[in-house]
């Protein structure tokens, strides 16, 4: 029945899915330890959402000058590894399938991050946002231009990182390419304004993306590598479309057929865009004639309309964000047309339990 799409078994490039539900990456900040070590009450957390087809973690940086929020797990020291570890084996024994986010969050940093040096970005341009630190909210700065030396290193540590997951026993990695973070600032034209090989034409703004492809795929299977991306994201973190943001997104969306790829996922408008020319408000049926391989969407769906996008063949998968924070099992809250928990925003990114590990299932929520 066309109802029950959601709930059927799906192969992800030989990795047998129990549904077609995802958990979408939501920064949680519960590795609250000078390490940024995850820890047991993050493998609990992602063990009880275990039910979902796949699970995608937060993002997860892959160096310290990729970090631009506190207490965020990274995944690129050998203690960082070990605590993954528990994470993905609490994960695999309740049957799931977990990726790791690969993220780089560019210019949306500040320097008490860093001991005081600049982020980094493609261009100097502040983004003119609002940082998180252990200072709380600070207003960041003009960022560094990276050197050529700067980007070779950034791939090399996004290529690392995969290999740093696949030693904690994840099933693969999503390269975070959306959002306006690192990847994102290079594809668009408000952030980017260098002249050299990784700016000014559409194939040179999408060049980081696909040498971070080419170098990852020297150590890990692409069939074990995702990429994430926001082709309709306006106004958040600086980021602002232009006439040449949706064919730069079609360049890179077609090109990435030549990448033996897990899968694509991309997200819907956070805002309405329906008052820009040249924006698409429809993401998923927009690109899904330009890729042929899996397709995830993301953002706002609840059990009816991701049925729907999954009957129109506008996508394979359907990751689920917030609904997933607030219900462990939300899989089975679905197949019961059970209601929701309401989700405490409050406790999105506090450290401990509270609102991460302590939402009712139904078995307790009904007694």
Known sequence: ?????????????????????????????????????????????????????????????????????????????????????????????????????????????????????????????????????????????????????????????????????????????????????????????????????????????????FDILEAIQQAVSLQKVGVRLSPSLNGLFGINMDENTIPTFEYIVKKLNDYPLAYLHLTEPFVPVDHLPYAVTHVAKHFRPLYKGTLIINKGFNKTTANAVLAYGEADLVAFGVPFLANPDLVERFKQDAPLNAPDQGTFYTPGAKGYTDYPVLSSATV
């Open 1 to 209: 029945m066309q109802q029950e799409l959601l709930f059927t078994p799906y192969n992800l490039a030989g990795l047998t899915l129990s549904n077609r539900m995802v958990m979408a990456p939501m920064t949680r900040s519960r590795a609250d330890n000078p390490g940024h070590v995850p820890t047991p009450l993050m493998a609990e957390y992602y063990a009880q959402r275990a039910s979902a087809g796949l699970m995608i973690t937060e993002g997860v940086p892959v160096s310290t000058k990729g970090v631009g929020y506190i207490n965020v797990p990274g995944i690129y020291s050998q203690e960082q590894v070990e605590g993954w570890k528990l994470v993905t084996k609490a994960v695999h024994d309740k049957g799931g399938k977990i990726f790791a986010q690969l993220w780089h969050v560019g210019r949306i940093s500040h320097p008490d991050f860093h001991n005081g040096e600049l982020p980094l970005a493609p261009s100097a341009i502040n983004p003119n946002e609002k940082s998180y630190t252990v200072n709380g909210f600070v207003d960041t700065v003009t960022p560094k231009e990276m050197t050529l030396a700067d980007i070779q290193q950034t791939i090399q540590d996004f290529k690392q990182a995969a290999i740093n997951a696949m030693a904690a026993g994840f099933d693969g990695v999503e390269i975070h390419g959306a959002n306006g973070y690192l990847l994102h600032q290079f594809f668009n034209g408000t952030s980017n304004k260098r002249t050299d090989a990784y700016g000014g034409s559409i194939e040179n703004h999408a060049r980081i993306l």
